[in-house]
């Protein structure tokens, strides 16, 4: 299953960023406040957001080409510099003079987070920062096997460009994944796969029942399938697994026990292997077991992380043992 996704070709388009980490030991209180003193051991600099998938992208064996708008500032070109030491192609990148690099700056003390900063601007892209996107994504639409639209709410995905990228897709006959936010929710209409998590659906359709119970959670995934006419819907229920449904069959899939150490980047994973089983035709309940497999292990990471193949290969080659 998982040899298949080898040379598959992705296209990404969404919000960048660095994940940036200062990590130490916190064993007192500072005395000017109720705070915790961290003492400072290293920094270290890595791919957030849309180009945490495009490394996922990669750790699967598949070959990602990553779309976005980042800002002329040095955080773009730690940015740039990260994605030339991760061999991803900076080809599709647009820096703008207009626009900050978003950086995201976690404080880490004894392995537990403690505070995280956050540099961004979440302004929709200007009408020519829109058309450079368009066409670097159309020049290269021909190639791919897949498109995966990875939205942060932070402006490259906007109700100017989401139609025209997913009419594109469409016309060319490649499947379309969608990770939305709140924002742009109800943009992705006409979509091969949306996958929000409980609180964005609830946000997205403005429900006020409780997600959480089985029915209520149908009843809101046939109301936001009305409104968007997508294919499939796969909503993530964090410890509860996933629930996937073409909107006439609904299976929910429990998740597998983990030891939690953190679930920052799981929902990159999960989009970014539930995209390589479109692309390879697998059915809808193949392509929520192993996206929930694999979701599950990254949680079992500290940080945003990309997939390790070689532990999702070993624990795949159990679920299809059962599958069978």
Request: net charge negative.
């Amino acid at each position: 299953m998982i040899e298949a996704f080898k040379n598959k070709k992705v296209l990404i388009v969404g919000d960048v960023m660095v994940d940036a980490y200062i990590i130490g030991k916190a064993d007192r209180l500072s005395p000017e406040a109720p705070v915790p003193v961290v003492n400072i051991e290293r920094h270290e600099n890595r791919l957030g957001g849309a180009a945490n998938v495009a490394l996922n992208i990669i750790a699967l064996g598949a070959k990602p080409v990553l779309f976005s708008v980042i800002g002329t500032d040095k955080e773009g070109d730690v940015y740039l510099d990260l994605m030339k030491q991760n061999q991803l192609s900076t080809t599709g990148i647009i820096r703008s003079k207009s626009r900050k690099t978003t950086t995201k700056t976690r404080v880490l003390g004894n392995h537990h987070q403690l505070l995280r900063l956050d540099s961004e601007v979440t302004h929709d892209l200007s009408d020519k920062e829109n058309k450079d996107l368009i066409a670097a994504f159309k020049k290269n639409i021909d190639k791919c096997d897949v498109v995966i639209l990875e939205d942060y709410n932070k402006g490259i995905l906007n109700e100017t460009n989401i139609p025209e990228l997913i009419a594109i897709a469409k016309k060319a006959g490649k499947p379309v994944a969608v990770d939305p936010k709140k924002k742009n929710f109800l943009s992705y209409k006409g979509v091969t796969l949306f996958k929000p998590n409980l609180k964005e659906i609830k946000e997205g359709i403005n429900s006020d029942k409780n997600l959480k119970l089985k029915d209520h959670l149908v009843e809101a995934v046939i109301e936001l399938h009305t409104i968007l006419g997508n294919d499939y819907t796969m909503v993530t229920l964090s410890e509860d697994g996933v629930m996937i449904t073409d909107h006439d069959n609904f299976e929910f899939i429990p998740a597998h026990f983990r030891n939690i150490s953190d679930v920052s980047g799981a929902g990159d994973t999960v989009i970014s292997v539930a995209s390589l089983c479109l692309a390879c035709g697998y059915s809808m309940t193949l392509l929520a077991e192993l996206s929930n497999l694999a979701g599950g292990l990254v949680c079992e990471e500290t940080g945003v992380v990309p997939i390790n193949i070689e532990k999702l290969k070993k624990e795949s080659a159990y679920l299809q043992s059962e599958l069978n």
